[in-house]
């Protein structure tokens, strides 16, 4: 797996076994309609988190399931925290966006 190129170095000690979405890339060819959401839309025992990106990034992913729908969290370790959520999507058009996500096409 590649190692990050992250600029903070060791403050957030990678873990190595999650993907680091590519944000060095051309800019993103699909603009994800990121929203902050602060009143609780799923219940947490019923989200399952399908995949996720590696904690050594200032921002990190989750691709989130619940009821049949698919939706990705975004969250942001900068002061303050901030979480956005993307979706919901059903599994296929859900499945692509976070694969593009991954190698730096969507954000
Ligand atoms: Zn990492």
């Given at each position: 797996m590649a190692q990050p190129t992250s600029p903070?170095?060791?403050?957030?000690?990678?873990?190595?076994?999650a993907a680091h979405p590519c944000?060095?890339?051309?800019?993103?060819e699909v603009a994800l309609d990121w929203r902050s959401e602060t009143?609780?839309?799923?219940s947490p025992n019923r989200q399952r988190v399908i995949a996720y990106t590696c904690s050594c990034q200032e921002t990190s992913y989750e691709f989130l399931a619940a009821g049949g729908l698919y939706r990705f969290r975004r969250v942001s370790r900068r002061t303050p925290e901030t979480v956005a959520y993307a979706g919901p999507w059903h599994r296929v058009r859900a499945e692509m966006l976070w694969g593009l996500l991954i190698v730096g096409q969507a954000q």
């Open positions: 903070e170095g060791e403050e957030w000690p990678c873990p190595g076994f944000n060095w890339a051309a800019p993103a009143r609780k839309v799923n």
